[in-house]
């Protein structure tokens, strides 16, 4: 009889703890969370940085200036695919985001960090390989900017920060 409680009470603990960890991997299947905001780091149980000179993403734009309230297109390009991402324009003079995502790919979602629409993260967990958004600048100067994509390959896979070559921002329209 003993053998058969400890049998009921390790299924019990199984069933809880299995339960548990799957709505913890549920919640970021729909996108990233406010707490990655200002560092863009995922908030995964165990997840394993990878060195953002190793990784198989790129961001970039055709664009090496803008103007204010410009609209820039962004491409995210990658070699192999990935299940989430968090993307955000940042100033080059102190780091702060800056604009506003007007256009996004299906399978992406815009979050709030600071300012409405101010960086975009996956809507589902469907896998991506190159995606393509547009960026509006502010209608005021705020100096030059650098594009920076976080991405989560496998839930416990990631790479954070890859960044865009300088946009330049030049005068007013």
Not at 48 to 62: F, R
Not at 134 to 141: G, L, M, S, T
């Amino acid at each position: 009889m003993e053998d058969g409680r400890r049998a009921h009470i390790a299924i019990v603990a199984w069933a809880c703890t299995t339960l548990c960890l799957v709505s913890y991997v549920a919640a970021f299947s729909h996108g990233a969370s406010l707490s990655a905001c200002t560092d863009m780091m995922p908030r995964h149980l165990r997840a394993q940085l990878h060195s953002p000179s190793n990784n198989y993403v790129t961001v970039h734009t055709n664009m090496s200036f803008y103007f204010p309230g410009d609209k820039v297109p962004v491409t995210v390009r990658s070699t192999r695919d990935f299940m989430g991402f968090l993307l955000q324009a940042r100033k080059v003079s102190n780091n702060e985001i800056a604009g506003t995502f007007v256009f996004m790919p299906p399978g992406s979602k815009l979050l709030t960090c600071f300012e409405d629409g101010d960086t975009v993260t996956h809507s589902d967990k469907s896998l991506k390989r190159n995606l393509s958004f547009v960026w509006k600048a502010p209608d005021q100067p705020i100096g030059d900017i650098k594009f920076f994509i976080s991405v989560v390959q496998s839930y416990f896979v990631y790479w954070t920060k890859i960044e865009s070559a300088i946009v330049a921002q030049r005068g007013q329209n």
